[in-house]
Protein backbone atom coordinates (compact mmCIF):
# COMPACT_ATOMS: atom_id res chain seq x y z
CA UNK A 1 0.00 0.00 0.00
CA UNK A 2 1.44 3.47 -0.74
CA UNK A 3 -0.75 5.07 2.04
CA UNK A 4 -1.82 8.35 1.54
CA UNK A 5 0.25 9.97 -1.08
CA UNK A 6 0.71 14.24 -2.11
CA UNK A 7 1.33 15.97 -4.48
CA UNK A 8 3.20 18.04 -5.58
CA UNK A 9 5.83 18.13 -3.21
CA UNK A 10 6.97 21.82 -3.81
CA UNK A 11 5.00 24.88 -5.95
CA UNK A 12 6.07 28.25 -6.50
CA UNK A 13 2.48 30.40 -6.59
CA UNK A 14 2.27 34.34 -7.36
CA UNK A 15 0.04 35.98 -5.71
CA UNK A 16 -3.97 35.59 -7.27
CA UNK A 17 -2.70 32.37 -8.83
CA UNK A 18 -5.15 29.51 -7.89
CA UNK A 19 -3.91 25.50 -7.85
CA UNK A 20 -4.99 22.07 -6.84
CA UNK A 21 -3.33 20.19 -4.03
CA UNK A 22 -3.78 16.64 -4.89
CA UNK A 23 -4.14 13.53 -2.33
CA UNK A 24 -5.24 10.55 -2.32
CA UNK A 25 -5.02 7.08 0.41
CA UNK A 26 -5.50 3.35 -0.56
CA UNK A 27 -6.47 2.37 2.88
CA UNK A 28 -10.06 2.85 2.62
CA UNK A 29 -10.47 5.18 5.28
CA UNK A 30 -13.37 7.04 5.40
CA UNK A 31 -12.32 10.43 6.80
CA UNK A 32 -9.56 12.71 5.01
CA UNK A 33 -8.53 16.05 6.61
CA UNK A 34 -5.63 18.79 5.57
CA UNK A 35 -4.04 21.06 7.41
CA UNK A 36 -1.31 23.68 7.27
CA UNK A 37 1.74 23.48 9.48
CA UNK A 38 3.50 27.20 10.56
CA UNK A 39 6.40 27.35 12.47
CA UNK A 40 5.50 28.21 16.41
CA UNK A 41 1.79 27.02 15.26
CA UNK A 42 1.49 23.43 15.33
CA UNK A 43 -0.93 21.83 12.73
CA UNK A 44 -4.39 23.46 12.17
CA UNK A 45 -7.29 22.37 10.55
CA UNK A 46 -8.42 23.67 6.97
CA UNK A 47 -11.29 21.27 6.12
CA UNK A 48 -11.89 17.66 6.73
CA UNK A 49 -14.64 15.31 5.13
CA UNK A 50 -16.20 12.17 7.12
CA UNK A 51 -17.09 10.23 3.89
CA UNK A 52 -17.38 11.17 -0.09
CA UNK A 53 -19.77 13.67 -0.55
CA UNK A 54 -19.33 15.60 3.02
CA UNK A 55 -17.17 18.25 3.88
CA UNK A 56 -16.55 20.47 6.44
CA UNK A 57 -14.53 23.26 7.76
CA UNK A 58 -12.06 23.17 9.96
CA UNK A 59 -10.52 25.86 12.14
CA UNK A 60 -8.65 27.65 9.12
CA UNK A 61 -11.33 27.36 6.29
CA UNK A 62 -10.84 30.69 4.30
CA UNK A 63 -9.33 30.97 0.65
CA UNK A 64 -9.56 27.25 0.10
CA UNK A 65 -12.37 24.95 -1.17
CA UNK A 66 -12.63 21.31 -0.96
CA UNK A 67 -14.20 18.49 -2.85
CA UNK A 68 -14.68 14.52 -2.10
CA UNK A 69 -16.35 12.97 -4.61
CA UNK A 70 -14.75 9.19 -3.82
CA UNK A 71 -13.20 7.82 -0.78
CA UNK A 72 -10.07 7.78 -2.53
CA UNK A 73 -9.70 11.55 -3.41
CA UNK A 74 -9.60 14.95 -1.47
CA UNK A 75 -7.87 17.67 -3.23
CA UNK A 76 -7.69 21.16 -1.75
CA UNK A 77 -8.11 24.08 -3.91
CA UNK A 78 -6.48 27.66 -3.34
CA UNK A 79 -8.68 30.08 -5.22
CA UNK A 80 -6.75 33.24 -5.53
CA UNK A 81 -3.47 32.19 -3.88
CA UNK A 82 -1.67 34.91 -1.45
CA UNK A 83 1.30 35.04 0.99
CA UNK A 84 -0.12 34.70 3.88
CA UNK A 85 -1.12 30.73 2.82
CA UNK A 86 2.74 30.11 2.25
CA UNK A 87 2.98 27.05 4.13
CA UNK A 88 3.42 22.94 4.58
CA UNK A 89 0.32 21.01 3.67
CA UNK A 90 -0.71 18.20 5.01
CA UNK A 91 -3.27 15.68 4.12
CA UNK A 92 -4.22 12.62 6.53
CA UNK A 93 -6.76 10.23 6.56
CA UNK A 94 -8.37 8.20 9.61
CA UNK A 95 -10.60 5.80 10.46
CA UNK A 96 -13.33 5.27 12.82
CA UNK A 97 -12.73 2.72 15.33
CA UNK A 98 -14.35 1.54 18.92
CA UNK A 99 -12.69 4.56 20.96
CA UNK A 100 -13.04 6.92 18.60
CA UNK A 101 -9.60 7.85 18.67
CA UNK A 102 -8.97 9.18 15.04
CA UNK A 103 -5.62 7.94 14.47
CA UNK A 104 -4.25 10.41 11.56
CA UNK A 105 -1.98 9.04 9.12
CA UNK A 106 -0.36 11.29 7.24
CA UNK A 107 1.03 12.37 3.69
CA UNK A 108 4.81 13.76 3.15
CA UNK A 109 3.78 17.31 2.88
CA UNK A 110 3.36 19.77 0.20
CA UNK A 111 5.57 23.10 0.30
CA UNK A 112 3.59 26.14 -0.91
CA UNK A 113 5.13 28.99 -1.19
CA UNK A 114 3.34 32.39 -2.45
CA UNK A 115 5.22 35.49 -3.97
CA UNK B 1 -4.34 30.33 21.51
CA UNK B 2 -3.12 26.38 21.50
CA UNK B 3 -5.87 24.29 22.66
CA UNK B 4 -2.94 21.91 23.64
CA UNK B 5 0.07 23.85 25.49
CA UNK B 6 3.49 21.41 24.75
CA UNK B 7 6.79 22.17 26.71
CA UNK B 8 9.62 23.07 26.11
CA UNK B 9 9.55 24.65 22.34
CA UNK B 10 13.13 23.69 22.26
CA UNK B 11 15.32 20.68 23.82
CA UNK B 12 19.10 19.87 23.27
CA UNK B 13 20.48 16.97 25.17
CA UNK B 14 23.97 14.78 24.79
CA UNK B 15 23.40 11.17 23.63
CA UNK B 16 22.55 9.08 26.25
CA UNK B 17 20.80 11.93 28.30
CA UNK B 18 17.08 11.33 28.91
CA UNK B 19 14.29 14.24 28.45
CA UNK B 20 10.77 14.63 29.06
CA UNK B 21 8.20 16.45 26.92
CA UNK B 22 4.98 17.86 28.63
CA UNK B 23 1.59 18.72 26.94
CA UNK B 24 -1.27 20.32 29.02
CA UNK B 25 -4.13 21.52 28.37
CA UNK B 26 -7.34 23.22 30.48
CA UNK B 27 -9.73 20.71 28.44
CA UNK B 28 -10.36 16.82 29.24
CA UNK B 29 -9.77 14.77 26.03
CA UNK B 30 -10.99 11.48 25.42
CA UNK B 31 -8.06 10.77 23.96
CA UNK B 32 -4.83 12.14 23.36
CA UNK B 33 -1.89 11.07 20.63
CA UNK B 34 1.68 10.83 20.54
CA UNK B 35 3.38 11.70 16.86
CA UNK B 36 6.79 12.45 15.60
CA UNK B 37 7.62 14.48 12.61
CA UNK B 38 10.99 14.35 11.29
CA UNK B 39 12.12 16.90 8.49
CA UNK B 40 10.69 16.75 4.90
CA UNK B 41 8.06 14.28 6.25
CA UNK B 42 4.72 13.85 7.41
CA UNK B 43 4.22 13.17 11.18
CA UNK B 44 4.15 9.38 11.97
CA UNK B 45 2.03 8.18 15.24
CA UNK B 46 4.05 7.19 18.32
CA UNK B 47 0.96 5.76 20.14
CA UNK B 48 -2.37 7.17 21.93
CA UNK B 49 -3.19 6.71 25.23
CA UNK B 50 -6.97 6.71 26.43
CA UNK B 51 -7.58 5.97 29.72
CA UNK B 52 -6.62 8.83 33.04
CA UNK B 53 -3.22 7.20 34.47
CA UNK B 54 -2.13 5.16 31.32
CA UNK B 55 1.07 4.24 30.82
CA UNK B 56 2.62 3.01 27.93
CA UNK B 57 6.32 2.20 26.75
CA UNK B 58 7.65 1.76 23.34
CA UNK B 59 10.99 0.78 23.97
CA UNK B 60 12.30 3.46 25.49
CA UNK B 61 9.74 6.01 25.02
CA UNK B 62 7.44 6.06 27.85
CA UNK B 63 3.80 8.22 27.72
CA UNK B 64 1.95 9.01 30.36
CA UNK B 65 -1.89 10.47 30.65
CA UNK B 66 -2.57 12.62 33.24
CA UNK B 67 -5.78 10.99 35.84
CA UNK B 68 -8.04 13.83 34.59
CA UNK B 69 -7.43 13.33 31.26
CA UNK B 70 -5.97 16.83 30.82
CA UNK B 71 -2.06 16.25 30.37
CA UNK B 72 0.35 13.57 29.12
CA UNK B 73 4.25 13.29 29.09
CA UNK B 74 6.68 11.48 26.49
CA UNK B 75 9.44 10.39 28.51
CA UNK B 76 12.76 9.12 26.35
CA UNK B 77 14.88 7.47 28.02
CA UNK B 78 19.17 7.14 27.13
CA UNK B 79 18.30 9.32 23.91
CA UNK B 80 19.56 8.55 20.88
CA UNK B 81 20.50 10.28 17.60
CA UNK B 82 17.72 8.71 15.95
CA UNK B 83 15.36 10.06 18.42
CA UNK B 84 15.60 13.43 16.91
CA UNK B 85 12.84 15.31 15.54
CA UNK B 86 9.45 17.32 16.54
CA UNK B 87 7.14 15.62 18.54
CA UNK B 88 3.59 16.81 18.42
CA UNK B 89 0.66 16.15 20.81
CA UNK B 90 -2.88 15.34 19.97
CA UNK B 91 -5.97 15.42 21.85
CA UNK B 92 -9.20 13.98 20.60
CA UNK B 93 -12.89 14.22 22.26
CA UNK B 94 -15.69 12.48 22.09
CA UNK B 95 -17.79 11.82 19.18
CA UNK B 96 -15.43 14.95 17.17
CA UNK B 97 -13.61 13.75 14.74
CA UNK B 98 -10.94 17.23 14.76
CA UNK B 99 -8.24 16.92 16.49
CA UNK B 100 -5.97 19.90 18.28
CA UNK B 101 -2.77 19.72 17.57
CA UNK B 102 -0.01 21.01 20.09
CA UNK B 103 2.76 23.69 19.07
CA UNK B 104 4.87 20.82 19.01
CA UNK B 105 8.61 20.08 21.23
CA UNK B 106 11.56 20.40 18.50
CA UNK B 107 14.12 17.69 20.10
CA UNK B 108 17.85 17.33 18.96
CA UNK B 109 20.55 14.83 20.49
CA UNK B 110 23.52 15.51 19.62
CA UNK B 111 25.90 12.53 19.20
Redesign the interface.
Known sequence: NAGVTQTPKFQVLKTGQSMTLQCAQDMNHEYMSWYRQDPGMGLRLIHYSVGAGITDQGEVPNGYNVSRSTTEDFPLRLLSAAPSQTSVYFCASSYSNPGATYEQYFGPGTRLTVT | T?L?EQSP?FLSIQEGENLTVYCNSSSVF??L?W?RQEP??????LV?V?TGGEVKKLKRLTFQFGDARKDSSLHITAAQTGDTGLY?C?G?T??D???S????TTVTVRA
Open positions: QLQSSQYGEGPVLTVLAASNYKLFGAG
